[in-house]
C-alpha cells in the first residue's frame, strides 16, 4: 500500500512513499490541504466535501459553471500528481457531488500526529504538564513537528475565504506552538539545563516577538549561563520593540526581573529536582522495572496525596523509594525531603498494644507518655523539623506543621511503623497544604482517608525448571551481585545454580534474606547455604550483609519488631498459622488457628500477612519459620498441628464423600489447592498417629483418582491414562 505524506506546519510538502510531489499551481495545492484538514483530519471531525463548496472556497469570482470546470480540473491534476490511479486503494473518492481523502488509504498527516500528542498531554493525569515526564516524551514529538506555521508557503489573494480559513488554523497552531514551548521551556529549566531553556524561550519568541514570558525564561536562562550583560541588552531591545510597535512599557513582572538582574542580585531558583537527606544507595538496584514505573505513575498523579508502600520488613522498600523519588523531584517546586523514621533516631519501641481498642487520643497519649514526650511535642515533628533543618522546631507539632504550610513537597517518611501512633499528624499536614504530597514506607498501613496503598514483595524468582536462566530473575540477579562483593572469585555455575535458585525461592525473594545469604558465600558452599535455610533462619542473622537492607543486618531482628507490635492475642494467632503450608481460607484459619476476619485483616495491614484476589491466605516461608519458632516456645505446636490434621481429615473425608459426576472438577480443584497442607497435615500424622495418615492418605488417592478419571471421561481421552 502506498503512503501518502502530507506535511501542514510549516511550508506545505507532500511525498509519495518518501519521493517528493510538485505541483502545476497553488489551487491544486490548497485543494490538497483543504481536503486533508476538512474531509480526513480527526481535529476538524470531517467527511465528504461537495464540489460546491470547494468551488465556491477556491475560484469565489467566478461564475458556478466556470468555478465547477476549474475545480475538475484541478481535481484531475492533483490525481495525477500524486499517482491516485496507481494506488490501491485510492487517495481520492471522487463522487458525483461530494470528494473526500479515503480512510482506507495510507495517509500520515502532520496535523494530526500534532493535535494527538497535545490530546494525550491534556487527558494524562499528572500534577504538572512542565514537570511529567510522560508528557514531556508527547511534547518533544510535537515539537519536531512544528517547521513554522500552518502552510506558511500557501496564499490565494483571490479567495478570501480560503485566507481565512488558514488565517484560523495560523493562530490556532500558534496559540498551542506557544503552549508546547512554554512547556518544554518549564520543563528543562526546571532541571537547570540553560541551553535547552534558551532554545525553547527563541523559539517561543520567533513564533509571538511580544510574548513577555519567553522574554523572562530567555533573561533568567541567559543569567544562569553567566551572560548577565547579554540578558540586560535583551530587556533594552524587547523595551524598544514594545515601544516602537506597540507604543506600550514592558509588564511590571518584566520590569522586577530586569531591576534583579542589574543589580546583580540573585534569581529565585527555577528548578526542583533538590532532594534533601536522601541516603545514596552503594550498589544499583536490581530489578523493580515495573514496580518503579507504576510508583512513578502514582507520584504523577493528582489525586495521590498519600501513598504508602507497604511490605514485611526487609523486602527494599527504603531502596525502592530511594530510587523512585530522584526523578519525582522535578514535581514539585520545593523538591523532596526525606525523613528517617527508624527506632534508633525516635524513641523506645511501643510495645504490643494493650488488651483493648484505644481511641487514637488515648493511642497517641499512650505512646508519648510511654516514650517520654512532653505535651505539645512529637516523635514525627522532631524528625522533620531535623531534615528540614528547621532550629528550635525539634518536637514542636506547631512549628512544624507552620513550616511546612506552604511548601509544594514530597514528603519522605521512612519507617512509618515505628511512629504509627501519629498516623493523625499525616492527616494535619495534607488538610493544610493542598500541595503537599506524602509517601511512607510502612509495615502496616496508616488506614487514613486518602491513603493509596503501593504493597511491595519479594523480588521475582525462578522456577526451577528455569534456573538455567538464573540472573534473567531479579532475585538471582541479586545473590550474585552480593555474592561477588563478599567473595571474589564467585561465578555461578552448572554446581551452584540449582542451589542459588533454591535459596531465592527459600527466602521468597526478600532482599534483605538474599543479601544475608550471600553474605556466607565466602565460608559455605551455595548448598549448604540452602540447607541451613530450610533449617531455621539463624543462618539469615549472623553476618553482616553488603548494603544491609533497611538499616537491618537480621532478619530474626526485622521480625522481631513486627512481633512485638502484635497483642498477645494476634501474636498466638499468628504462630498458630504457621502450621498452614500452600495457603489457607478463613474457614481453616478459624478452626485451626481461632483466627477472627478481623485478626487476619490486623495481620495483612502489618504485611505479616498475603492476601489473593480470591481470599486466600499465605504466609512469607521465613516469616513462617520464625511463627514456628514462636509456636514451639509457647508449647502450642504439637496441639496446633493436632488440630490441622483433624480439620484437614475431615475435609479430605468430605471431600471424598461428595464426590459425584457434577462434583469431581470441584473436588479435583480443591485436592490440587490444599495438597501442601494435606501433605504437611499427613507427615505430621505419621510421625505421631500412623492409623490416621493411613486412612488420609486413601481418601486422598481415591479423589485424585476418582476425580482425575471424570475429568478425562469429560475431555473424551482413554481411561487408561490413570
Known amino acids: 500500500m502506498p503512503l501518502l505524506s502530507i506535511q501542514l506546519i510549516g511550508p506545505l510538502v507532500v511525498t509519495r512513499d518518501g519521493q517528493p510531489v510538485t505541483f502545476t499551481y497553488d489551487k491544486v495545492r490548497a485543494l490538497l490541504a483543504y481536503l486533508a484538514v476538512e474531509s480526513l483530519s480527526a481535529v476538524s ?98 515539537d519536531a513537528l512544528v517547521r513554522g506555521e500552518f502552510v506558511e508557503d500557501l496564499s490565494l489573494p483571490d479567495s478570501d475565504l480560503f485566507e481565512s480559513w488558514a488565517t484560523t488554523w495560523r493562530e490556532r497552531i500558534k496559540i498551542q506552538a506557544l503552549d508546547l514551548f512554554g512547556g518544554l521551556a518549564q520543563f528543562h529549566e526546571r532541571r537547570g539545563e540553560t541551553k535547552r531553556t534558551l532554545v525553547y524561550a527563541a523559539r517561543q519568541i520567533e513564533i509571538d516577538p511580544y510574548h513577555e514570558p519567553a522574554h523572562r525564561q530567555m533573561m533568567q536562562a541567559l543569567v544562569r549561563s553567566g551572560q548577565r550583560s547579554q540578558a540586560v541588552l535583551h530587556f533594552n531591545n524587547l523595551k524598544r520593540l514594545l515601544a516602537d510597535e506597540l507604543d506600550i512599557l514592558p509588564s511590571a513582572e518584566t520590569m522586577a526581573l530586569f531591576e534583579a538582574i542589574r543589580q546583580g542580585g540573585p534569581l529565585p531558583e527555577p528548578f526542583t529536582g533538590r532532594v534533601r537527606n536522601l541516603p545514596v544507595p552503594l550498589a544499583p538496584l536490581v530489578g523493580r522495572v515495573v514496580e518503579l514505573s507504576e510508583l512513578a505513575v502514582w507520584l504523577a498523579d493528582p489525586e495521590r496525596r498519600l501513598i504508602s508502600l507497604v511490605g514485611p520488613g526487609g523486602v527494599g522498600k527504603t531502596r525502592l523509594v530511594i530510587e523512585a523519588v530522584r526523578p519525582a523531584a522535578t514535581m514539585f517546586a520545593g523538591g523532596v525531603v526525606y525523613v528517617p523514621l527508624m527506632p534508633a533516631d525516635l524513641t523506645p519501641d511501643p510495645g504490643p498494644s494493650p488488651e483493648h481498642e484505644l481511641s487514637p487520643s488515648e493511642e497517641w497519649e499512650g505512646w508519648r507518655s510511654q516514650a517520654g514526650v512532653g505535651p505539645g511535642r512529637s516523635p514525627l515533628a522532631g524528625a522533620i523539623a531535623g531534615a528540614l533543618g528547621l532550629p528550635g522546631a525539634e518536637g514542636q507539632w506547631a512549628a512544624t506543621l507552620a513550616a511546612l504550610q506552604n511548601l509544594e513537597m514530597l514528603l519522605v517518611l521512612d519507617g512509618f511503623e515505628h511512629v504509627l501512633p501519629e498516623r493523625g499528624r499525616v492527616a494535619e499536614l495534607l488538610e493544610a497544604n493542598a500541595r503537599l504530597v506524602v509517601l511512607t514506607t510502612t509495615r502496616q498501613r496508616l488506614a487514613l482517608p486518602g491513603e493509596w496503598v503501593f504493597g511491595l514483595g519479594g523480588l521475582d524468582t525462578s522456577p526451577p525448571y528455569m534456573d538455567s536462566q538464573l540472573e534473567a530473575y531479579s532475585a538471582g540477579a541479586l545473590f550474585c551481585q552480593c555474592a561477588r562483593q563478599v567473595s571474589q572469585g564467585f561465578e555461578l555455575d552448572n554446581a551452584n545454580r540449582a542451589s542459588v535458585g533454591e535459596i531465592c525461592r527459600l527466602v521468597d525473594g526478600m532482599p534483605l534474606a538474599i543479601r544475608l545469604a550471600a553474605a556466607w558465600t565466602g565460608s559455605l558452599s551455595c548448598a ?25 543486618s537480621s532478619v530474626r531482628a526485622v521480625f522481631e519488631q513486627s512481633w512485638k507490635r502484635l497483642d498477645p492475642r494476634d501474636q498466638a494467632v499468628f504462630a498458630r498459622l504457621s502450621v498452614f503450608r500452600g495457603g489457607f481460607d478463613y474457614a481453616s484459619a478459624e478452626q485451626v488457628a481461632g483466627a477472627s476476619r478481623e485478626t487476619l485483616a490486623r495481620l495483612v495491614d502489618q504485611s505479616l500477612l498475603r492476601m489473593s484476589h480470591e481470599g486466600r491466605y499465605d504466609l512469607h516461608d521465613l516469616l513462617r519459620q520464625f511463627g514456628a519458632e514462636k509456636l514451639r516456645q509457647a508449647g502450642a505446636e504439637s496441639a496446633t498441628r493436632q488440630g490441622h490434621f483433624e480439620w484437614y481429615a475431615a475435609q479430605a473425608e468430605l471431600n471424598e464423600r461428595q464426590l459425584s459426576s457434577a462434583s469431581a472438577l470441584t473436588s479435583f480443584i480443591w485436592l490440587i489447592r490444599e495438597s501442601a497442607n494435606l501433605q504437611a497435615a499427613l507427615a505430621w500424622a505419621q510421625a505421631n498417629a500412623p492409623g490416621q495418615a493411613g486412612q488420609v492418605a486413601r481418601w486422598m488417592h481415591a479423589d485424585f483418582h476418582q476425580s482425575g478419571i471424570h475429568l478425562i471421561s469429560r475431555s473424551g481421552q482413554p481411561k487408561t491414562l490413570f
Do not use: M, Y
Not at 484541478?74 to 463522487?95: G, H, K, T
Not at 496535523?111 to 508528557?135: E, G, I, N
Open 528 to 552: 549448604e547455604i540452602a540447607a541451613e535455610i530450610s533449617r531455621g533462619i539463624d543462618i539469615l542473622s549472623g553476618q553482616p550483609a553488603p548494603g544491609p537492607e533497611e538499616g537491618q
Open 45 to 142: 471531525n470531517g467527511g465528504p466535501i461537495s464540489r460546491a463548496r470547494l468551488a465556491g472556497l477556491l475560484w469565489p469570482d467566478q461564475p458556478h459553471g466556470a468555478a465547477q470546470d476549474s475545480l475538475r480540473q484541478a481535481l484531475a491534476s492533483l490525481r495525477r500528481q500524486i499517482d491516485d490511479r496507481e494506488a490501491s486503494p485510492p487517495f481520492l473518492l471522487v463522487e458525483h457531488e461530494l470528494i473526500h481523502i479515503n480512510r482506507a488509504s495510507d495517509i500520515q498527516i502532520d496535523l494530526d500526529t500534532f493535535q494527538d500528542a497535545l490530546a494525550q498531554v491534556a487527558a494524562h493525569r499528572h500534577r504538572s504538564w512542565a514537570a511529567c515526564p510522560t508528557c514531556t516524551a508527547l511534547l518533544e514529538k510535537a
